[in-house]
């Protein structure tokens, strides 16, 4: 039974407003009906309001009948109350769903066997995958036992960067929100893909969630900036450059809700998270797209501090900034600043770290090679210079804020490198 796992994310969310429970689980993940009750009220006051105290909960449900049955406000203040150790967010969620998903499966079951079912309905092998991806298995156990003691006494997770590292006191830090932004075609999805390549040369750990590129396409970058080869090369001989990779990363091409991606982020073993890119997250429950990214930037950090790990987005730069330096020759264009963020308010509010991805000179040609970076014959370009510029470093030393890293962009081979 799930019940005393039901009472403590009720516990979390009723004392802690805890907004991850609130926006992850789901009523049906509640199998008493009376919790099931509690849960869509207090969700929805740790949602809207953001607190969903004893008080607020008390009021909002005096009128139910099952909550009234099972004791009224005297039930609710025993939810309150927690005696047993607290369990970490991501453990409960498992549980609950997994238990969910066990209890659907009994009744596909159940109806596969009344109606004399022929074949397993695609119903019931959606939920059997569902279960394997939640519940881990004896290889499983293993693999986090070995990324778990990879990563034993450490903090901070390299960049791959000399420089990069220096400027974030370290690197990629646990609990901390990291963003880059540019222009279409500006090297973002490449840059995060590059992490992902020195993270791979290292056999770490990482999660991949791609809202733009499909798995093929994400892979094809990170096999690019692997072996330095042109994206023709990396999808002809896929299968044979994968095999020697020792590294367990995983992507995914199919979360595109702010729940769903937040479920992902959870149930998640990897040390590291990357996100390719913020705007593209939906959330179905924002009436703008203000109010949306807001509720996703916070949501990230939130789950950043809560498994204690870096996550690391891409995010797209307003068009403002191209219409600024329009007319301008190239040595009187400005520099992206926060305000350039699209929807910057609550990207920069709750982002540690913010950087840009520049490179004035040549920005309007880039793009244009962007559409002809599929072909094999581009031997003869020259890779250009790419400035990392850092207009927030709340995770590294004050010092370097406005910091320039300059770096090397070989766009027909997704590498970015650092220039010697």
């Known amino acids: 039974m799930s019940l005393p796992a039901e009472k403590e994310a009720l516990y979390k969310m009723i004392a802690n407003s805890d907004k991850v429970l609130a926006r992850t689980l789901v009523p049906e993940d509640f199998h008493d009906p009376v919790h099931r009750d509690i849960f869509v009220a207090e969700a929805?006051?740790?949602?809207?309001?953001?607190?969903?105290?004893?008080?607020?909960?008390?009021?909002?449900?005096?009128?139910?009948?099952?909550?009234?049955?099972?004791?009224?406000?005297?039930?609710?203040?025993?939810?309150?109350?927690?005696?047993?150790?607290?369990s970490p967010t991501a453990g409960i969620i498992r549980i609950l769903k997994a238990r969910r998903i066990e209890r659907d499966m009994v009744q596909?079951?159940?109806?596969?066997?009344?109606?004399?079912?022929?074949?397993?309905?695609?119903?019931?092998?959606?939920?059997?995958?569902?279960?394997?991806?939640?519940?881990?298995?004896?290889?499983?156990?293993?693999?986090?036992?070995?990324?778990?003691?990879?990563?034993?006494?450490?903090?901070?997770?390299?960049?791959?960067?000399?420089?990069?590292?220096?400027?974030?006191?370290?690197?990629?830090?646990?609990?901390?929100?990291?963003?880059?932004?540019?222009?279409?075609g500006g090297g973002k999805s490449t840059l995060l893909a590059n992490f992902g390549a020195h993270l791979i040369d290292k056999e770490r750990d990482f999660l991949f969630?791609?809202?733009?590129?499909?798995?093929?396409?994400?892979?094809?970058?990170?096999?690019?900036?692997?072996?330095?080869?042109?994206?023709?090369?990396?999808?002809?001989?896929?299968?044979?450059?994968?095999?020697?990779?020792?590294?367990?990363?995983?992507?995914?091409?199919?979360?595109?809700?702010?729940?769903?991606?937040?479920?992902?982020?959870?149930?998640?073993?990897?040390?590291?998270?990357?996100?390719?890119?913020?705007?593209?997250?939906?959330?179905?429950?924002?009436?703008?797209?203000?109010?949306?990214?807001?509720?996703?930037?916070?949501?990230?950090?939130?789950?950043?501090?809560?498994?204690?790990?870096?996550?690391?987005?891409?995010?797209?730069?307003s068009r403002a900034i191209e219409q600024d330096n329009a007319k301008k020759k190239p040595h009187l264009r400005r520099e992206p600043y926060l305000s350039d963020l699209r929807e910057s308010g609550s990207i920069e509010q709750d982002s540690n770290v913010v950087c840009f991805?520049?490179?004035?000179?040549?920005?309007?040609?880039?793009?244009?090679?962007?559409?002809?970076s599929t072909v094999d014959d581009m031997q003869g370009y020259e890779p250009s210079k790419l400035e990392i510029i850092v207009r927030k470093n709340r995770s590294g030393p004050e010092t370097y804020t406005g910091k320039h890293i300059e770096l090397t962009f070989d766009m027909p081979k997704s590498r970015i490198y650092e220039t010697i």
């Not at 969903?52 to 099972?70: L, T, Y």
């Not at 309905?121 to 290889?139: F, I, N």
């Open 108 to 184: 596909a079951a159940s109806e596969m066997h009344t109606k004399e079912a022929k074949e397993v309905p695609a119903h019931l092998m959606v939920l059997s995958k569902e279960m394997g991806q939640l519940l881990p298995t004896e290889d499983d156990d293993q693999r986090i036992r070995i990324i778990k003691a990879a990563n034993e006494g450490t903090n901070t997770i390299s960049t791959g960067y000399k420089h990069m590292d220096e400027v974030f006191g370290g690197g990629f830090k646990d609990g901390a929100l990291y963003t880059f932004a540019s222009r279409p």
């Open 357 to 372: 991805l520049w490179n004035d000179a040549s920005q309007e040609s880039e793009e244009e090679k962007a559409v002809q």
């Open 209 to 317: 969630i791609s809202l733009e590129m499909t798995e093929n396409e994400v892979m094809e970058k990170l096999l690019q900036a692997t072996y330095d080869i042109y994206q023709k090369a990396a999808q002809d001989e896929m299968e044979d450059l994968l095999s020697p990779i020792k590294s367990p990363f995983t992507i995914n091409d199919t979360s595109f809700t702010l729940d769903k991606v937040t479920t992902e982020i959870l149930c998640s073993d990897a040390p590291i998270i990357f996100i390719d890119y913020i705007q593209l997250i939906r959330d179905p429950s924002a009436s703008t797209k203000l109010a949306e990214v807001t509720n996703i930037t916070r949501t990230l950090k939130l789950l950043a501090m809560e498994v204690k790990k870096p996550i690391v987005t891409a995010c797209q730069m």
């Open 44 to 86: 929805k006051l740790v949602i809207e309001y953001g607190t969903g105290d004893f008080v607020s909960i008390a009021e909002a449900m005096k009128d139910n009948v099952g909550v009234q049955k099972a004791g009224g406000s005297a039930y609710l203040a025993q939810l309150c109350i927690l005696d047993v150790p607290e």
